[in-house]
């Protein structure tokens, strides 16, 4: 089972809300990322938690706050956002992060972000 | 740093033709290797991957991929497509010991009847 779950799948929220994106895994990974798309570009990587402590913050807005309550959650808490972060958000998870086994990555179906 | 070149941004192709997408990478140490697909308003499902081993690598669904060292490339291939197979691809590659993944700008592949 190579599942991450996301939710919601959609969300649209005004720049003055307060809303959060979940995902959870249960695979026993150690890993977990946030990752944006915007369309018709690649994912870019926002924030990397290896055995529930933020490893890799990739210079994102204080807008965007992550939160690893357990091993198999992750949460994106949103506030006060600008419609130029409508997006795909997607979550991903992997075994860990420096391991030589080829630590593959696995995505979850994204929750889509309309900021109005 | 790593990077990764799709050189074709749209590859459109008919049913049950085959068709080659182009990858090659720039690292300065040892790398993983890897394809995901996007379909449409869809997440990324991961196609197939190198780690080591032997250099052509399959995913269930007909696809192949080859590892070629000398020219830093790891094209995806298929021999026939279908209608199905329309979707964006991204070829990825990760550092050995690292997970981060470095993506290419992706490539559609756009298959017609």
């Known amino acids: 089972d190579t599942e991450v779950t996301q939710t919601p799948k959609h969300l649209v929220m005004g720049m003055t809300n307060k809303k959060s994106l979940k995902c959870e895994q249960h695979?026993?990974?150690?890993?977990m990322y946030w990752y944006k798309q915007k369309a018709k570009k690649p994912p870019e990587l926002m924030f990397v938690?290896?055995?529930?402590?933020?490893?890799i913050n990739e210079s994102v807005p204080s807008r965007f706050s992550p939160e690893c309550p357990n091993s198999s959650l992750l949460n994106l808490h949103l506030h006060a956002l600008q419609p130029e972060d409508s997006a795909l958000y997607l979550c991903?998870?992997?075994?860990?992060?420096?391991?030589?086994?080829?630590?593959?990555?696995?995505f979850g179906e994204g929750s889509w972000l309309t900021v109005v | 740093a790593q990077s990764v070149t799709q050189l074709d941004s749209q590859v459109p192709v008919f049913e049950e033709a085959p068709v080659e997408l182009r990858c090659n990478y720039s690292?300065?140490?040892?790398?993983?290797l890897f394809w995901y697909v996007q379909y449409p308003n869809q997440g990324l499902q991961l196609l197939l991957k190198?780690?080591?081993?032997?250099?052509l690598v399959e995913s269930i669904n007909g696809f192949e991929a080859e590892f070629n060292k000398s020219q830093t490339s790891f094209h995806l291939r298929k021999p026939s497509v279908h209608i199905s197979d329309t979707a964006e691809y991204f070829c990825?590659?990760?550092?050995?010991?690292?997970?981060?993944?470095?993506f290419g700008k992706g490539t559609m592949l756009l298959v017609s009847p």
């Open positions: 991903a998870s992997s075994q860990d992060t420096q391991g030589d086994s080829g630590n593959t990555i696995y």
């Open positions: 695979m026993g990974h150690r890993a």
């Open positions: 938690y290896s055995y529930e402590k933020l490893s």
């Open positions: 690292s300065s140490v040892s790398v993983y």
């Open positions: 190198y780690l080591s081993g032997s250099t």
């Open positions: 990825a590659v990760s550092e050995k010991g690292y997970s981060t993944l470095t």
